[in-house]
Structure formats: structure tokens, C-alpha cells
T-cell receptor, first 112, second 114 residues
Framework: QKEVEQNSGPLSVPEGAIASLNCTYS??????FFWYRQYSGKSPELIMS????GDKEDGRFTAQLNKASQYVSLLIRDSQPSDSATYLC????????????FGRGTSLIVHP | DVKVTQSSRYLVKRTGEKVFLECVQD?????MFWYRQDPGLGLRLIYF???????EKGDIPEGYSVSREKKERFSLILESASTNQTSMYLC?????????????FGPGTRLLVL
């Protein structure tokens, strides 16, 4: 059974701080990694994808991947109250097509 | 703009009823997925399909079946609804590989089985 683990939180940070969200995965053959944001009552939407070791930056978001440690993280700089949401880590592995395994999500609260 | 639509936002059914949930995508994606999402349990994959008329079981297929007769349409069927199937149901689609692997989700159907 492929597993993706996230701390459920809530992670509470003040406005303007850096929020750090972490995810570990069990399948060493995993190929691609995603962070989705889900607001309460809404469906998930893609924030970042990362495919190779290292950092990938997009605006205030940075995804970090370490395949040797089977670890992927998401940093949110200058956190805003609008970033308050649940963040889902997803890891794709090959199973005839690329099949995602989702973590249970980390709830982030950014307080003014 | 990318779009995945689901037939209903809210649905109330009685135990034992047959329930159809339909999902349509307009992105010509090969892959389509059905998930349910419950508090504390996250997203759980029920079934997925990587081609027309093809289907594969996910992690929790019991009590469900699916149909994919056309590329853009993927239906989830609850043969005989039970109260433990009360949940949020999310459909998603994706392409084959690389940047196409991103999952695009529909708005969800909140199903209540009485």
C-alpha cells in the first residue's frame, strides 16, 4: 500500500511569516509530486508540481523535493489570511497510467 | 479554460436507491477519477479510468461501479445506496504524463443517504 503522510495540523502562522508544510511518501518509484490547495467547501486546485530533486519556486510558493529521503515540502512566504486552507500533498506512481496517492492534508491558518 | 463538471452539487437519497453521479470534462483527458472525501480520512480513490470502456479499482471500490462509454464522461453508480456512503464525491481528470498529470477537479457532489 502506497502511503503519503502529512501532519494534519492545524498549522497556525502570523500574517507575513513563512509557512512550512511537509509530506513524506513510501513508494521509492514515485515520479511526480504535487501540492493542491483546498478551501473549505471547495474542490482541490493545483498550487505546485515538482518532478526532480531540489527547489522549484513560483511566486510566494517554493516546493522542495528530496527523493533520497522521500520527502517533499511546500514553503509559503509572506503568508496571507487568504492562504488559510487545507494543503494536500499528492504523489504519482506508475500503474498503467500515473495514479495519484493523496495525503490527508494539512490545515493552515494564517492569522492577522 | 479547463472545466470538469458534475451533475449535482447536492443530492439526498434513501437507503437502497440506485444513485448515478455523472462527471464531464472538456479537456480531452485520457484519465478520469472518482474520489470520496470524508473528514479526517482525506481523498480516497474509488475507481479510475485511463481510456474509454476501461476501468480500474481504486482503494475503496466496494459498493460502487463505474461506466465510461465516452472519453469525456465518467459515471459513478451506487448500486444500492447505504448510509455509510454519505460523503463528498469528487471527480477529477488528467492527461497522460509530465505536466499533463495535474488533476483537475469538479466542484463535488455532497451526497446524503437517509
Amino acid at each position: 500500500q502506497k502511503e503519503v503522510e502529512q501532519n494534519s495540523g492545524p498549522l497556525s502562522v502570523p500574517e507575513g511569516a513563512i509557512a512550512s508544510l511537509n509530506c513524506t511518501y513510501s513508494d521509492r518509484g514515485s515520479q511526480s509530486f504535487f501540492w493542491y490547495r483546498q478551501y473549505s467547501g471547495k474542490s482541490p486546485e493545483l498550487i505546485m508540481s515538482i518532478y526532480s530533486n531540489g527547489d522549484k519556486e513560483d511566486g510566494r510558493f517554493t516546493a522542495q523535493l528530496n527523493k533520497a529521503s522521500q520527502y517533499v515540502s511546500l514553503l509559503i512566504r509572506d503568508s496571507q489570511p487568504s492562504d488559510s486552507a487545507t494543503y494536500l500533498c499528492a504523489v504519482n506512481s506508475w500503474g498503467g497510467s500515473y495514479i495519484p496517492t493523496f495525503g490527508r492534508g494539512t490545515s493552515l491558518i494564517v492569522h492577522p | 479554460d479547463v472545466k470538469v463538471t458534475q451533475s449535482s452539487r447536492y443530492l439526498v437519497k434513501r437507503t437502497g436507491e440506485k444513485v448515478f453521479l455523472e462527471c464531464v470534462q472538456d479537456m480531452d483527458h485520457e484519465n478520469m477519477f472518482w474520489y470520496r472525501q470524508d473528514p479526517g480520512l482525506g481523498l480516497r480513490l474509488i475507481y479510475f479510468s485511463y481510456d474509454v470502456k476501461m476501468k480500474e479499482k481504486g482503494d475503496i471500490p466496494e459498493g460502487y461501479s463505474v461506466s465510461r462509454e465516452k472519453k469525456e464522461r465518467f459515471s459513478l453508480i451506487l448500486e444500492s445506496a447505504s448510509t455509510n456512503q454519505t460523503s463528498m464525491y469528487l471527480c477529477a481528470s488528467s492527461g497522460l504524463a509530465g505536466t499533463q498529470e495535474t488533476q483537475y477537479f469538479g466542484p463535488g457532489t455532497r451526497l446524503l443517504v437517509l
